[in-house]
Every structure is written in structure tokens, then in C-alpha cells.
């Protein structure tokens, strides 16, 4: 049953982390589904299939079987790096203590850059492997990516987590979060970033590879894609709460906002510099 939370804004749908329970199986469970996993799996699920569809676009740089198994290399990156960027940036001196923790992605805590490093090693490794132009791979990847942002971002938001920074409670998006302790108005910021990263950067990056032919130029599509993620994230930022533990790393910049700056480097890069990049990658 969804139950509403009344705030002078919005309404917050107080959904509950899980999405749904299985069993109890033969004396064990029940086993909770939760949304943050679902998010995950569907949005592996639809990346694959869109990406199955932009194969069609010549050449291909990669076969269909190909792309199934790099699905797995890529969940393996995503979940590893995402884990392991939370806890080195994020909250290292908890996990020093704790280490036992560090294997505990139920209980939350990963990190969106993390895993962008953890899914770039799987890419290089993978491509190597199998000989795939690197960067021809990548911008079909680059496509399909804002997917599994737009999905993670609406769970954050249905968990109600990763909230944002109080605001008077007159403005129109203002909304209470039910596991706040302070119980104030505050922007939804999951729903900003869920519109820019995930919304907006799908749309953005389906009109440039289908419209233009800067699909065939290896690079700059994944170079945009960067760039795009980087400025949106830095921009959102202004709203959304620091984590309590961490706070502002000097002034009012975030951590977000400093783990980006490789980012907008990067994607300069690849965009303004598209001859470097030969036609046959790695």
C-alpha cells in the first residue's frame, strides 16, 4: 500500500525501499526485492536492448554476441567500481574500521564515478580481448548509458535517499523525506538529476548519433556523453545535500563536484581531438 507524506510542496510517495517480497521458500525468507536492484537489472536490460538496435547503424564495430557478453563485464564494473569509489572518496576512515563492510552493497553506498572507472577498465580489457575498436564501441555504450542513470536516479528518489538541500517550503518541488531526521522542506534533487543525466543526455545523445555523422568520428560522441554527465551532475550538485559524514570539501564544492573535473578534462579531450583517435583502436 503507498502511503503519502503531506508537505506544503510536494507529496513524497513513501513507497518503501522494497519493490516486492518473494516466498518465504521452503522455511527461508522472504527474500525483499528492492527497487535499487531493479533499477540495475532493467536498466542493463533496456541498455542492451538499444544498444542490439544502434548495431544496425553502419558499420557495426561489434557483433551481437559480442554485446551480450560484454552486459556482464559491464554490470561486474559497474557494481565493483561503483562499491570501491564510494568507499576510497566517499567514507574511507568508516571502512578502515569496518572492512567486513566493504562487501555489503545491500546496505548501500555506491559511487556513480567509481563505477564510470570500474565500466572504462572493463571496456579497455574487453575490447583488447576480443579486438573491438575501442572508441567506436564506446560511443554506442555513450548511448545508451543515460538509461541506467535515469532508472537509478528514480530509485534514489523512491528510497529516499540522496536528497537535497533545504528550501523554503513555498517553492514548488519543496518536499519532506520521511528518513530525514530534520523533517524540513527540501529540494528533490534525485528527480533533477534523473531529468538531466538520464532524460535530457538520452535524448541529447540518440539526436546526435542519428542525425549527425559525428557517429562516425570515434570519440567524440563518448566525449560528449562525459562532458554531458560531468556538467549536469556539477550543476545539480548546487541542490543536492552533501553526505553528512563528508560535507563540503572546501567552500561550498562538493566531492561530486571535484570527481568531475577529471571528467570535463577527459571529454575536452576526446571532443576537440577526434584525429588522435585512429580508426582502429587498441
Known amino acids: 500500500m503507498i502511503e503519502i507524506l503531506m508537505s506544503a510542496g510536494m507529496e513524497f510517495p513513501n513507497i518503501g525501499p522494497n519493490a516486492l517480497e518473494i516466498g518465504p521458500i521452503f522455511g527461508f525468507g522472504p527474500f525483499p526485492v528492492r527497487w535499487y536492484s531493479l533499477a540495475y537489472l532493467f536498466g542493463l536490460l533496456f541498455a542492451w536492448i538499444y544498444l542490439l538496435k544502434l548495431l544496425k547503424l553502419k558499420p557495426a564495430p561489434a557483433t551481437k554476441e559480442q554485446v551480450g ?68 564501441f564506446t560511443d554506442l555504450i555513450a548511448c545508451v548509458s543515460p538509461i541506467g542513470l535515469l532508472l537509478g536516479r528514480l530509485a534514489n528518489f523512491v528510497n529516499g535517499e540522496l536528497w537535497g538541500r533545504a528550501v523554503d517550503q513555498s517553492y514548488s518541488f519543496a518536499m519532506v523525506f520521511p528518513h530525514d531526521p530534520l523533517q524540513i522542506h527540501r529540494h528533490p534533487s534525485q528527480l533533477y538529476e534523473a531529468a538531466l543525466e538520464g532524460v535530457f543526455l538520452l535524448i541529447l545523445m540518440a539526436g546526435l548519433c542519428y542525425l549527425t555523422k559525428l557517429r562516425k568520428k570515434p570519440g567524440i560522441l563518448t566525449g560528449i556523453f562525459i562532458l554531458g554527465y560531468a556538467l549536469s551532475r556539477s550543476f545539480v550538485e548546487q541542490f543536492r545535500e552533501p553526505d553528512t559524514h563528508l560535507g563540503f570539501i572546501f567552500g561550498n564544492v562538493t ?16 571532443i576537440a581531438h577526434p584525429l588522435v583517435i585512429k580508426k582502429k583502436s587498441f
Open 69 to 136: 557478453d560484454f552486459v556482464f563485464w559491464a554490470m561486474m564494473g559497474i557494481i565493483l567500481g561503483g562499491r570501491l569509489g564510494y568507499v576510497l572518496f566517499y567514507n574511507f576512515s568508516y571502512f578502515i574500521d569496518n572492512p567486513s563492510k566493504i562487501l555489503q552493497v545491500w546496505d548501500g553506498g555506491m559511487s556513480f564515478h567509481g563505477g564510470f572507472t570500474g565500466v572504462c577498465i572493463a571496456l579497455i580489457i574487453y575490447c583488447r580481448f576480443h579486438k573491438i575498436p575501442l572508441f567506436r
Open 255 to 270: 566531492m561530486g563536484q571535484i570527481l568531475s573535473v577529471p571528467m570535463i578534462i577527459l571529454a575536452l579531450y576526446l
